[in-house]
């Protein structure tokens, strides 16, 4: 269940852009399948705050993602400890500072269904997929604001709802919001972007 949640809080941390003009729902929907489909590459920096609502806590951290087209992703927490998430085609590695697991996605339905959803949130399908999610689109100053609410059962579990903010002016997400089952919230703030520049193979080794 940890490594399920671990694992969602990285997929909401995705790339989608946005004109900044005044568009229906149906629109931005359109425009998000359009451009991101058109993205190769992307890199960024993160600060995460996650609320603990039981311990009344919040618990912060940062790091750096990288994402090549069309099934490659890479998440590094570098503070206040070292952790990495690879997803490359069907594999899986975690790995922090003392070990690392690799997971055949294949063989996996969990996570076989996370792969799956990250790669459609990157080409923008998430907004669009009818089966995963419940989609609203709300406008705000300067924003467009998406909530996704849990169709599956298995994602029911996990999260109440899901809010991604995109910055109209930038074209791209600014902001993420994970409201989960227990009460508890992350936060996942993007800064730094850089869209469709040459990326360190390395980055996405699986070992």
């Known amino acids: 269940m940890k490594k399920s949640l671990f694992l969602w809080s990285l997929l909401w941390s995705m790339f989608l852009p946005l004109h900044a003009q005044t568009m229906t729902e149906s629109e931005v929907k359109a425009k998000v399948n359009q451009v991101a489909a058109q993205l190769q590459s992307m890199q960024c920096d993160f600060v995460q705050t996650k609320s603990l609502k039981l311990l009344n806590q919040k618990m912060v951290s940062k790091g750096k993602m990288y994402y090549q087209k069309s099934d490659k992703l890479c998440w590094q927490y570098v503070s206040p400890y070292n952790y990495t998430f690879v997803l490359n085609g069907a594999k899986v590695m975690l790995r922090n ?84 089952k227990n009460g508890d919230q992350t936060t996942i703030l993007l800064k730094n972007i850089k869209t469709n520049a040459p990326l360190n193979a390395q980055v996405f080794s699986i070992h």
């Not at 996996?108 to 609203?136: H, P, Q, W, Y």
């Not at 996990?158 to 910055?167: E, G, P, R």
């Open 97 to 180: 500072e003392k070990r690392s697991d690799v997971i055949d996605v294949q063989q996996n339905k969990m996570f076989k269904e996370i792969a799956r959803i990250m790669m459609n949130s990157v080409l923008g399908k998430c907004l669009t997929d009818e089966k995963d999610f419940k989609v609203t689109m709300q406008q705000g100053k300067g924003e467009w604001v998406a909530t996704l609410v849990p169709l599956r059962s298995n994602m029911k579990q996990l999260f109440q709802k899901i809010q991604i903010s995109f910055h109209q002016a930038q074209m791209m997400v600014s902001m993420v919001k994970l409201f989960e």
